[in-house]
């Protein structure tokens, strides 16, 4: 209840100063939806590139997405092992599907040629790759049955 008292407070003393709440909640949930979608194409874009680097065995390109603390920790030589690895088990990255955005990372479907696995991806405040992980896909059934209705 306090919170709705606060609230309500703010909402007088706005409108006696006749500024009206209306307007700054649209400008603030403009802002904030901006800045939530600005963040996005930054991820699709890095997932873009991760997608081309991977499927061309681009080490040295994907390594230069890297933040520096993920540099030293995954170094261009394990960069390397690690993409041909990865390629000969699973073959080529078809496609990267945004599963979920999470505070800090985002969830990926990614379809390869022999098999599908989930791409965990995190950014830094630079847009740099602070980490990256491939897990086992286990599908959402409420998504799975939404494709399915449509």
């Given amino acids: 209840m306090f919170i709705f008292d606060r609230i309500f ?4 003393i706005s409108v006696k ?13 403009f802002f904030f939806f901006t800045l939530n979608a600005s963040a996005q194409l930054h991820y699709q ?16 390109s994907l390594f230069n997405l890297y933040n520096p603390d993920l540099k030293e920790k995954l170094t261009l030589e394990k960069t390397k092992a690690i993409l041909e690895g990865l390629h000969i ?12 955005q999470d505070s800090g990372f ?3 479907k990614a379809s390869f040629t022999h098999q599908t696995l989930t791409l965990l991806l995190a950014l ?6 602070e ?12 998504n799975e049955q939404k494709k399915m209705n449509k």
């Avoid at 980490?131 to 409420?142: E, I, M, S, T, W």
Wanted: hydrophobic content about 35%.
């Fill in 9 to 12: 407070a703010f909402y007088e």
């Fill in 17 to 29: 100063k006749n500024r009206p709440l209306k307007r700054i909640l649209i400008y603030l949930l």
């Fill in 45 to 60: 874009e890095i997932a873009n590139k991760f997608i081309v680097f991977y499927n061309k065995q681009s080490p040295d």
């Fill in 89 to 100: 088990q699973y073959g080529d990255l078809k496609s990267l599907d945004l599963i979920k």
């Fill in 106 to 108: 985002n969830s990926y």
């Fill in 124 to 129: 830094n405040d630079e847009n740099l790759i």
């Fill in 131 to 142: 980490g990256y992980r491939l897990v086992p896909y286990h599908a959402d059934p409420a």
